[in-house]
């Protein structure tokens, strides 16, 4: 789940979140405030679930909400021009490839 585009998105999904989880008060809507974090705490709270159970709540939600164009990083550019300029630095094509494939890819 990308937490900025939640963020950003807190006033449009209040209403959604609020059908989603009925257990929800106003209170607790108003101070989640777009926090992804204070979401699943809430819903575990409220709900009696594990925090991991939570967690998928909470994604699946995001993934039916925000179409997935949205969802992804806009620095792809940005990631490449940083694998160059350490190659130019003279980092190990091996080093960078390793580093490529912990940061996921991006």
Request: charged share 25%; aromatic share 10%; glycine share 14%.
């Amino acid at each position: 789940m990308n937490t900025d585009v939640f963020k950003g998105k807190w006033l449009q999904l209040r209403g959604a979140v609020k059908s989603q989880w009925g257990k929800l008060t106003d209170d607790d809507v108003d101070r989640i405030g777009g926090d992804a974090e204070q979401l699943i705490g809430r819903v575990q709270e409220r709900y009696g679930y594990a925090r991991d159970r939570a967690m998928q709540e909470v994604d699946a939600f995001f993934d039916r909400q925000v179409p997935s164009g949205q969802t992804t990083s806009s620095h792809g550019e940005d990631g490449a021009i940083g694998y160059i300029v350490l190659w130019l630095m003279g980092v190990p094509a091996g080093l960078l490839f390793g580093i490529f494939l912990l940061r996921g890819c991006n």
